[in-house]
């Protein structure tokens, strides 16, 4: 089933009017995770900003349908409760607000949206030990203030839990993980793939093939001056190209 679908987005940065994305095409169904890869400056973290809505952007032309609706006419807010989730590249720090008041407001405020009971602080905690667990973060992680003196690593963690909190029918990564130990990486990778379901999608946007070793993207993508140029279908695995490789080989064989 669609889940996301991106026609000939155009976008420019509101301020200066500068064009950045050049008409965007983009489908994404559910169940698939997408890779965009693409250097730096291609304009691959404002495709990810524009379609949650951010303010630095304002959208000239094309498309956004989400679930069945016109993604580009809902608040930025609604986008979220609506189940799109963008973990930040540079995670910013809320001073003054603990983590898991943090979390617990914005779990509360999506299960208002779906008609759900609230938790209380006692109900959440119980929701919540599994995810940290998920993420290997300890547990004081929560009386922390949102992300305030966090280490790189720990703030792309801290997405990660955001997102098991909160859930999302389509997660946009954008470089998860960029300056992540190995360790790190495969805390973050395993909690993603461990949230995918067959009916969620992730979006991720990285620079490194790394990251790809450890979520395996259905597709990938690439960017080039705001737009996606090039799209290569399943991601193979070394030994699987391998495998391709040899067929064709043998295939050329039995044909000549
Ligand atoms: P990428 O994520 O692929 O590295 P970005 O989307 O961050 O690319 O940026 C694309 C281009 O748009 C860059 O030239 C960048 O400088 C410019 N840009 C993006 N956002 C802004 C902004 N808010 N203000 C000014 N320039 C911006
Ligand atoms: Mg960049
Ligand atoms: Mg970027």
Request: with cysteine; charged share 25%; glycine share 8%.
């Amino acid at each position: 089933k669609l889940l996301m679908e991106v026609k000939d987005l155009t976008a420019v940065i509101a301020e200066s009017g500068k064009k950045i994305l050049n008409g965007v095409n983009l489908s994404i169904y559910e169940g698939e995770i997408h890779a965009i890869m693409g250097k730096n400056g291609s304009g691959k973290s404002t495709f990810a900003k524009v379609l949650v809505g951010h303010r630095d952007y304002e959208v000239t032309g094309g498309s956004v349908i989400f679930k069945g609706e016109n993604l580009l006419e809902m608040e930025a807010e609604d986008r979220s409760l609506a189940g799109l989730f963008l973990s930040f590249q540079s995670p910013v720090e809320i001073p003054g607000v603990s983590n898991s008041d943090f979390l617990q407001m914005a779990y509360n405020a999506r299960r208002r949206k779906l008609n759900l009971p609230e938790l209380d602080p006692l109900q959440f905690y119980g929701y919540i030990m599994p995810k940290l667990e998920m993420v290997n973060i300890k547990a004081d992680f929560l009386n922390r203030n949102v992300n305030e003196g966090f280490s790189g690593g720990e703030k792309k963690r801290n997405e990660i839990l955001q997102l098991a909190v909160l859930g999302a029918e389509l997660a946009i990564l954008d470089e998860i993980d960029s300056g992540l130990d190995v360790d790190a990486l495969r805390d973050v990778a395993k909690a993603v793939n461990a949230l995918m379901t067959p009916t969620n999608s992730v979006l991720m946007i990285t620079h490194y093939r790394r990251l790809l070793e450890f979520i395996k993207p259905t597709y990938i993508h690439i960017m080039d001056d705001g737009r996606i140029t090039k799209t290569g279908y399943k991601f193979l695995t070394c030994r699987e190209f391998l495998g391709v490789l040899e067929l064709q080989v043998r295939l050329n064989m039995m044909r000549s």
